[in-house]
């Protein structure tokens, strides 16, 4: 009896282990108030992501610079709006794409977006690996 539930438990462990294996997060973000990086790891075309909520303030630009060493990362920029109250966790509605922008290795690109909060939407194109940087300053 004790072979036979050591033997069930194995299997299972075994089991978890390799469930738990297919779930892969192609996107690292990580965001300050004035730059947010990318990290895209191994996506395949078509993999999507979405970034927390970023502010752009009054007279802004985004200088978006790409590290990618290969595949094009599609960054649509999609208006956000906070449904929260002040005392409940940010949850946002995600509104229309207001800009897109493509960059693959060593492109750069500039946005000028209204001020607000955005969500950064993120497809690869093709197979994709790399950084890419989002800056954002003074115009």
Do not use: W
Not at 24 to 31: D, M
Request: with cysteine.
């Amino acid at each position: 009896m004790k072979k036979i539930v050591t033997a069930m438990f194995t299997v299972l462990l075994i089991s978890i282990l390799i469930c738990g294996c297919g779930k892969v997060f192609h996107y690292e973000i990580s965001s300050t108030p004035s730059k947010t990086t990318v990290k895209v790891m191994n996506a395949s075309d078509g993999d999507y992501g979405e970034s927390d909520a970023i502010l752009v303030y009054e007279n802004r630009i985004l200088n978006i610079n790409s590290s990618l060493e290969e595949g094009k990362l599609q960054i649509d920029f999609a208006g956000a709006v906070n449904t929260a109250g002040p005392d409940e966790t940010d949850d946002y509605i995600i509104g229309e794409v207001v800009e897109t922008v493509t960059v693959g290795p060593g492109e750069k690109a500039s946005v000028a977006l209204e001020p607000g909060e955005y969500i950064l939407q993120l497809t690869a194109i093709g197979n994709t690996k790399g950084t890419v940087t989002i800056d954002i300053e003074k115009k």
